[in-house]
Nanobody, 115 residues
Framework: QVQLVESGGGLVQAGGSLRLSCAAS????????MGWYRQAPGKQRELVAV???????TYVESVKGRFTISRDNAKNTVYLQMNSLKPEDTAVYYC?????????WGQGTQVTVSS
């Protein structure tokens, strides 16, 4: 079972940028789709970005044009570049396969955007 460790979160002002990383303990090459999820306080976890093994990406409408997901299969790492951040992007961000593996959830990384 692949274990995932997220990093790169922090406190940033609105309009700023962050780059999140997700390091896998094993190979992600055979995982067709990897995604970034987020969970804001009092809300359900939502899937915000997906990348397939072939590099096709999809995004939830609220982050389109601002977030970019990428993956490096050789490094077993998935990234999320977040630009033009908004206070409503504040959440704990997680990566996982799509559909997710319940046993692979990591601790997540906190992103806080101040207005």
């Amino acid at each position: 079972q692949v274990q995932l460790v997220e990093s790169g979160g922090g406190l940033v002002q609105a309009g700023g940028s962050l780059r999140l990383s997700c390091a896998a303990s094993g190979s992600i090459f055979n995982i067709n789709a990897m995604g970034w999820y987020r969970q804001a306080p009092g809300k359900q976890r939502e899937l915000v970005a997906v990348i397939t093994r072939g590099g096709t990406t999809t995004y939830v409408e609220s982050v389109k044009g601002r977030f970019t997901i990428s993956r490096d299969n050789a490094k077993n790492t998935v990234y999320l570049q977040m630009n033009s951040l908004k206070p409503e992007d504040t959440a704990v961000y997680y990566c996982n396969a799509v559909p997710y593996s319940a046993a692979s959830w990591g601790q997540g990384t906190q992103v806080t955007v101040s207005s």
